[in-house]
């Protein structure tokens, strides 16, 4: 592009610092008219940051903004929606009992009263969701839609106010693939007419298929700018993560010895009462890892729950070391050796109001080296505190710093900092990187073949089948609450476990 282009939007030298942490360091960007540019980069890279700060919703410490050439103040979610600007939050902010069209008026300047502008806005709804292919019904109730029409409400919401540039904060972190499919078409459709797109992601593929051009941010600086033509996966990667990332495991075969962990003929019922695990038998050795592959929702919350002490099971056993586990007493199974990363992290991982020095003990501050009858150490709780977030690169402002603050990857990282620094010999990891940046995945994976290496039996669940294929020994298919075949990894293709996870049966050899 020429020298003097015009861009729709551009920041020059933006700094933002918060308490302990320099999260835009002299940010340099620019947004070409009618293009989608993603902004890759991290958890805690400072995406959200940069976007909020251009949206008035944090002022910079220093940095000038230009809109069309012009350079602009901008003090408040109004100054940005006047200068054009819209924004797709990370978390909706829809009123969820209020239909589409009363969203739409909610919060936008009056101007013939509720009455006439809701008309309008109904009107709007129709005209722009048509002209955009967005198929929206401004009277449907916002909670009833599914949660990619309610994004596509947060679109319209930012069209009806006539945006002319548009953020979209990790839309697809929301969203099954389906979905996502259908945004890539709407994001095309609104660019071809004229409106510039910020596309924020921690996801590669989607840069690679939906962008123009992308920059790439790590830890509060911008690293490079871009386009899918010069980069690839591992290049993607490499830039993100400031060093060489291996997207592929590393991995040695297994050792398997003694059998730590035995279910034997196990039913479970779910929250309706329905058999979800229905009779279900298998070992995990020591030194191997087995993996449960299977579309979501087949039994495989039931099945951990159950082994985990979180669930009581209607029949069957699970053994651990040989010794019958009571069910529904975690403590029991912890004190046997065992290492959970539960599928809801902030809801069995972690306690999110406490810091994070407390949550690196939350199962071991009743005995020493952390206290001594009643008596806490707090010095011992400290001294492990800092020792795990450096071992563990935990990124946080401070070891007090409350669990809530962090990112989701370095939530993780502090499950599994602390489950990891236990004597383990059984290891049950659901969905251990759900939701997380590549930087993060690499490192919970090199851990948990870490852990098998050491001898711990590894069971790990998750519905992402490269996960399965790249971290297992040996493979369990559930469907329907059974365990439908149990293979060697290595011996199976992707589309053989596919079919299996469909219910369907391999052609004998
Ligand atoms: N309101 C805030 N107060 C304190 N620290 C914050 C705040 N918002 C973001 N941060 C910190 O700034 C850094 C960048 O965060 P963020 O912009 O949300 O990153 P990203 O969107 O790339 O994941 C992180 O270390 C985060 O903890
Ligand atoms: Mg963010």
């Not at 590669?204 to 700018?225: N, W």
């Not at 690169?393 to 499950?415: E, H, M, Y």
Request: aromatic fraction near 4%.
């Amino acid at each position: 592009m020429s020298e003097n282009e015009v861009y729709a939007l551009e920041v020059r030298n933006i700094v933002k610092r918060f308490p302990g942490v320099l999260a835009n360091d002299h940010v340099n960007f620019n947004l070409r008219k009618g293009e989608i540019h993603a902004l890759l980069g991290e958890n805690g890279a400072g995406k959200t940051t940069l976007m909020n700060i251009i949206y008035g919703l944090y002022t910079p410490d220093e940095g000038e903004i230009y809109v069309d050439g012009k350079k602009v103040e901008i003090q408040s979610p109004h100054d940005a929606i006047r200068l054009g600007i819209g924004m797709v939050h990370q978390h909706f902010m829809l009123v969820p009992v209020f239909t589409v069209a009363e969203n739409l008026v909610l919060g936008a300047e009056p101007t013939k009263g509720w009455q006439l502008d809701l008309k309008a806005a109904r009107e709007a709804v129709r005209r722009l969701s048509e002209h955009y292919g967005l198929e929206v019904d401004p009277d449907a109730v916002v909670e009833d839609l599914p949660v990619g029409v309610q994004q596509r409400v947060e679109i319209l919401k930012a069209l009806y106010r006539e945006a002319k540039i548009l953020v979209l904060d990790e839309p697809t972190a929301v969203l099954t693939p389906q979905e996502v499919e259908e945004l890539f078409v709407i994001m095309r459709e609104l660019t071809k007419r004229g409106v510039s797109i910020i596309f924020i992601t921690h996801k590669l593929k989607e840069v690679l298929a939906i962008a123009d051009r992308i920059t790439v941010m790590r830890r509060g600086r911008v690293v490079g700018t871009t386009t899918p033509a010069e980069a690839t996966e591992e290049s993607l990667a490499r830039m993100m993560v400031g060093r060489e990332v291996v997207l592929q495991v590393p991995k040695g075969p297994a050792k398997p010895g003694d059998v730590v962990l035995e279910v034997r003929d196990l039913k479970v019922e779910d929250e309706r009462g329905l058999m979800a695990v229905n009779g279900v038998s298998f070992e995990v050795r020591e030194g191997e890892i087995l993996g449960i592959a299977g579309v979501q929702g087949n039994g495989q919350t039931e099945l951990v729950e159950a082994i985990t002490g979180l669930r009581s099971a209607r029949e069957g056993k699970v053994l651990l070391g040989g010794v019958e586990a009571p069910f529904r007493r975690p403590r029991f199974l912890i004190e046997h050796g065992m290492a959970h990363i539960p599928e809801d992290r902030q809801k069995h991982g972690l306690v999110l109001s406490y810091s994070i020095a407390d949550n690196l003990v939350l199962c071991t501050y009743y005995k020493p080296p952390f206290a001594h009858g009643l008596q806490r150490n707090q010095q011992a709780i400290l001294e492990n505190a800092r020792r795990l977030v450096k071992e563990y690169d935990v990124r946080t402002p401070s070891i007090f710093t409350p669990a809530s603050a962090l990112s989701g990857g370095n939530q993780q990282k502090v499950i599994v900092a602390r489950e990891f620094s236990r004597p383990v010999r059984l290891l049950v990891a659901n969905q251990p990187t759900r939701g997380l940046d590549v930087g993060s995945i690499e490192y919970i994976h090199k851990r948990v073949v870490e852990m098998r290496d050491h001898g711990a039996a590894v069971l790990l669940v998750s519905a992402e089948l490269d996960e399965i294929m790249s971290l297992s020994d040996r493979i369990a298919v559930m469907y329907r609450g059974k365990i439908v075949a149990i293979v060697n990894a290595g011996e199976v293709d992707k589309s053989q476990l596919g079919l299996l996870m469909a219910g369907g049966q391999l052609q004998p050899a």
